[in-house]
């Protein structure tokens, strides 16, 4: 399996961007650092503030909610360099990642605001869980007049995984299926974009034990891969709609065996009531305690503390 793929190009960069850091910062120790899956090797490094553009641009996202998130820049960039931005919230007794992703579709605004208000409630209740939410990964389509489910390249992400038999599936999927709709192009290739790259990546280096990924405006859940789904998250039930050539659940539920829970809003352009929003979590926070394990760990793998005490 591959590992870090992103990161090597970017090695002289943090070699640099640690001779800047304070020393202060090199020996203390964050709550991420402690918990399985790392974060990312540029996340404290300051950017860019996303939340100008978020609260001026999605619904139900006021300032103080956007800076109380307190996102992090990462290594990921849009088709046109947009920073992608991450948070991570780490329980005291993490036993669990899970990945969290907002607006894949750019015209689904209220997905990346359900996630910006979830890291609230992930700071309040994170349960046994270490999160790390991406509220959106197609900024591009985000930000643009009027929003576009697709990418700056006119991809549509949610084809763009490297599913089994990616270049002959998605190919007649999107002629016979779609009719060539412009809003699900599949792309050229697998992977042939900064973003769906990005994730991707990041899979590899979080190895989530659940992936959430936000859309709208079915008002349904879906679900792909191992484990029991659930049935409802708050007023929204289970609904299966079925597998998709390229989509994330299809690789990271059927393909990896990453469950995908995949929660269709009713609305792209505005979001659930507080108290729904709340219920929804609270809803997914009871399932994953009943649902998801964590995988054992690799016994080929040999702690730090004891490579330490062997060197």
């Known amino acids: 399996m591959r590992r870090f793929p992103a990161l090597l190009p970017t090695l002289p960069l943090l070699f640099a961007a640690s001779l800047l850091w304070p020393a202060a910062h090199a020996t203390s120790a964050s709550p991420a650092s402690k918990a399985r899956g790392p974060g990312h090797p540029l996340a404290d490094i300051q950017g860019s503030d996303p939340c100008r553009e978020f609260v001026a641009r999605l619904p139900n996202v006021k300032a103080p909610v956007c800076a109380a998130a307190r996102l992090k820049p990462t290594v990921g ?20 990642r899970v990945l969290v992703v907002g607006a894949m579709h ?17 700071l309040q209740t994170p ?10 990964l197609n900024p591009d389509g985000l930000m643009v007049r009027p929003a576009k489910r697709v990418n700056a390249n006119g991809v549509d992400l949610n084809r763009n995984f490297p599913t089994p038999n990616w270049r002959r599936d998605a190919k007649v999927y999107w002629e016979d299926r779609t009719r060539k709709d412009p809003r699900r192009w599949p792309g050229p290739r697998p992977l ?14 979080f190895q989530p034990d659940l992936i959430v990924s936000i859309h709208a405006p079915y008002g349904v859940l879906d679900f792909d891969g191992p484990s029991v789904p659930p ?3 708050g007023r929204l039930y289970l609904d ?5 050539p390229g989509s994330l659940g299809n690789f990271g539920g059927v393909h990896k065996g990453m469950p995908v829970v995949t929660i269709e809003l009713p609305s792209a352009f505005r979001t659930p009531l507080d108290a729904e929003m709340r219920q929804m979590w609270l809803d997914l926070l009871r399932w994953m305690s009943e649902r998801i394990v964590p995988e054992p760990p690799d016994p ?12």
Request: glycine share 4%.
């Open 77 to 96: 960039r849009s088709v046109q360099g947009r920073t992608l931005y991450q948070r991570d919230v780490v329980a005291p007794e993490a036993r669990i």
């Open 106 to 122: 750019g015209d689904e605004l209220s997905s990346a605001s359900v996630a910006l208000h979830w890291i609230q409630l992930a």
């Open 127 to 136: 349960s046994n869980a270490h999160w790390r939410f991406i509220p959106a």
């Open 192 to 205: 042939s974009e900064p973003e769906s790259q990005y994730l991707y990546d990041e899979m590899e280096r």
């Open 231 to 233: 049935a409802r998250l």
């Open 240 to 244: 299966q709609v079925g597998i998709f």
């Open 300 to 311: 080929l793998v040999v702690p730090v503390k004891a490579r330490k005490a062997t060197s």
